[in-house]
Nanobody
Framework: QVQLVESGGGLVQAGGSLRLSCAAS????????MGWFRQAPGKEREFVAA????????FYADSVKGRFTISRDNAKNTVSLQMSSLKPEDTAVYFC?????????????????WGQGTQVTVSS
């Protein structure tokens, strides 16, 4: 059983920065990709960023490219999302997710393990 626990959310002014972290545990934790998704009220969950657990290759949604950076620490089983130049439209609950099967995907359903989410609120 894989468990993912996010931390680091909070309230920040527009233009500010936040760093989210996701700690993974479980004997079977060996993903192909780790991803961050977000869900704003009344909206569907959307892809934010993903990273290959082995190669470190990264992928980003166009809306966050150049502002967000995803990274991983394989030794500590953690993945982070550094968010800069935050905008009010970045306000959402952010989820960490693990994809156990081969191949990158931006689709939430392709990720089998999820954290509980952490709230990020950006004030204008």
């Amino acid at each position: 059983q894989v468990q993912l626990v996010e931390s680091g959310g909070g309230l920040v002014q527009a233009g500010g920065s936040l760093r989210l972290s996701c700690a993974a545990s479980g004997r079977t934790f060996n993903p192909y990709y780790m991803g961050w998704f977000r869900q704003a009220p009344g909206k569907e969950r959307e892809f934010v960023a993903a990273i290959s657990w082995s190669s470190g290759n990264t992928f980003y949604a166009d809306s966050v490219k150049g502002r967000f950076t995803i990274s991983r620490d394989n030794a500590k089983n953690t993945v982070s999302l550094q968010m800069s130049s935050l905008k009010p439209e970045d306000t959402a609950v952010y989820f960490c997710a693990a994809k156990a099967l081969y191949g990158f995907s931006r689709v939430a359903d392709a990720y089998g393990n999820w954290g509980q989410g952490t709230q990020v609120t950006v004030s204008s």
